[in-house]
């Protein structure tokens, strides 16, 4: 837009900052405010009960609960989807045959509906009906098939390795891009000094990457935390809350019960572990560019 | 140096693995969708159907699954129409004009889409509520241009701000006012941006489900997500039916993916990479 025009700058950020405004930033602070009331099924009329609501949550062993799943639920995806996808960068980065047609397919589970994603594994998972232990019990590991979903012991790992499908692509996506940033040149040196693969990758593509890796590590970090369909379809968080992070909790304590304080008190916790994500990703942006510079 | 012929056979086996590993679960949904009834009960699993049917797509696709997939397509085209338009604009202004208040709210704007949508799920729901707008388009699409707006300006952003203002300047000396410019020039040279922001609107809205799953409670506005998740209850575990739906639920988008694949990777990696 030219100077002339400024006056069309306001007209045209207007639509787009209000929509933000009003509808993500204002109930941000309503939930603020909501968890400093009470109410349940028995009464739903609100009461004001200042920080009891924090009191209570803290001191329940679903809190604590909550945040070890939210941590291993985030951490073992989060590394996962990146190294996993990290290394078929590498491999569809090779020259093979076919390598057209894979950079097309591989796409393909971040496209599928979330909810259908989740249809899948479950049907995958099935004990008796599933793909996973049709073909580990043919293939000799055992007679009976395990219910991965409805064991506490199994069911955090399954829903780890459903989410890591539908998600490793875009990590595949966005590294392949970066792959194909890093200079010629500079691979070429190394090669003449003498420098194998791995070195070639330890020296010269990881440094040159690193701004990439580290901020699609917090970007993936933000939308696992968020993330709510893959456990809800799964698991719902069961069983024993062994599943439950801090979106289907809020979602349970909210629409199930109606305890709407207890909610978005869960609500405002996570609110402040985004908030800390975020810094944390305009740092690393704020460092990446300065190296660039 | 070119790899010996050894490795390259062990990384083409890599590539078929990896291959198999995104493509198995898909070809096992197809392949139960097409079983006749009794046979997704076979122990162990049988990976081909022995023989294929289209009943399951048939009994699939009844009246509800018909008003479902309507609703989505409302939701999701109205919502990828109102965000690209409206974060063409405010990309648009957010890369011509430098001002420093400008840059803080474009800051907050796309800080925005990174707060989880469950943490504010309550609040707006009673200001759904309040206004009337449970189980109506409005707040869905409402909501869907919300949390999308974001991601589009982001993406969009990095489209506008490699276009020269040379462009705008020359075509300014030759008379033309911002809205000529806007139309004629700019909004040409940023369709491969348009489209590769339209498609990711697109596959965000088409499987949203929190928003959907809590201002929707009659069956006339569930969209398909939540009319699936109502499936895995009323089909009991009818997989066939259940397959044949997921099915005709992620043909669309896969379909307008492979069709505007190329600029959508582009256009996403652009931003991702660019940052």
């Known amino acids: 837009m030219l100077k002339r025009d400024r006056w069309l700058t306001w007209i045209f950020v207007t639509p787009a900052v209000l929509l933000v405004a009003v509808l993500m930033y204002y109930p941000m602070i309503g939930t603020v405010i909501e968890s400093l009331y009470s109410t349940s099924f028995i009464n739903p009329t609100p009461k004001f009960v200042g920080l009891a609501v924090y009191k209570k949550i803290f001191a329940s062993a679903d809190f604590g609960q909550i945040v070890w799943n939210s941590c291993i639920w985030t951490l073992a995806v989060v590394v996962l989807q990146n190294v996993f996808g990290f290394l078929c960068a590498l491999l569809l980065n090779q020259k093979l045959p076919g390598q057209g047609l894979m950079r097309s397919l591989i796409l393909l589970p971040w496209v599928l509906p979330g909810v259908v994603a989740a249809i899948l594994w479950r049907f995958m998972y099935d004990p008796q009906l599933g793909l996973i232990n049709s073909f580990l019990i043919s293939a000799g590991f055992g007679d009976q098939g395990l219910a991965w979903l409805a064991d506490s012991s199994t069911a955090m790992a399954a829903v780890v390795i459903a ?67 893959m456990i809800w379809v799964l698991t719902r968080g069961g069983p024993q809350n062994s599943t439950h992070i801090f979106p289907t909790k809020i979602y349970e304590l909210g629409f199930g019960q109606f305890r709407f304080g207890e909610a978005a008190g869960y609500g405002v916790v996570s609110i402040v572990v985004l908030a800390l994500l975020i810094t944390l990703y305009f740092l690393t942006q704020r460092g990446g560019r300065r190296a660039v510079a | ?85 409206l974060a063409l604009f405010a990309a648009y202004s957010f890369t011509r004009t430098q001002m420093r208040l400008l840059s803080i709210l474009m800051v907050l704007v796309i800080v925005a889409q990174m707060f989880p ?22 707040s869905l699409i409402l909501a869907y241009v919300t949390v999308t707006l974001p991601v589009a300006i982001w993406m969009l952003r990095g489209f506008l701000a490699r276009l020269p203002v040379a462009l705008e300047e020359a075509a300014a000396i030759d008379g033309a006012g911002p809205f000529k410019i806007f139309f004629l020039i700019i909004l040409p040279l940023c369709k491969p941006g348009i489209v590769a922001t339209a498609v990711f609107v697109l596959i965000v809205t088409w499987q949203e489900f929190l928003f959907a799953l809590s201002f929707t409670s009659t069956k006339e506005m569930r969209t398909l997500p939540v009319g699936m998740n109502d499936f895995i209850g009323q089909y009991g575990i009818r997989y066939g039916e259940l397959m044949a739906s997921s099915v005709l639920i992620s043909v669309p988008v896969i379909a307008i993916f492979f069709l505007l694949q190329r600029q959508f990777v582009a256009g996403l990696t652009a931003g991702a990479v660019k940052g």
Not at chain 1, 210 to 226: M, R
Request: proline share 7%.
């Open chain 1, 163 to 229: 989410a890591v499908w539908k998600g490793f692509p875009f990590a595949t996506i966005v590294y392949l891009a970066a792959l194909q940033n890093v200079e010629e040149e500079q691979m070429e040196a190394a090669r003449i000094d003498g420098a194998g693969p791995v070195r070639r990758l330890w020296h010269v593509v990881l440094p040159s990457m690193k701004e990439v890796i580290a901020i699609n590590f917090i970007l993936t970090t933000i939308l696992t935390f968020n993330y709510f369909d």
């Open chain 2, 1 to 85: 140096m070119t790899p010996s012929r050894s490795s390259r056979l062990l990384l083409l086996a890599l590539q078929l693995g990896l291959c198999l590993i995104i493509l198995l679960p898909f070809f096992w949904m197809v392949s139960v969708s097409l079983k006749p009834a009794a046979e997704p009960f076979a122990i162990p699993a049988r990976l081909w159907p022995e023989n294929p049917t289209l009943d399951n797509y048939l009994t699939a696709f009844r009246p509800e699954f018909r008003t479902y997939f309507f609703n989505s397509v409302v939701v999701s085209l109205s919502t990828v129409v109102i965000t690209v338009t």
């Open chain 2, 117 to 138: 949508a469950s943490a504010i799920i309550i609040p707006i729901y009673k200001m759904m509520k309040s206004a009337n707008l449970l189980n109506t388009y409005t």
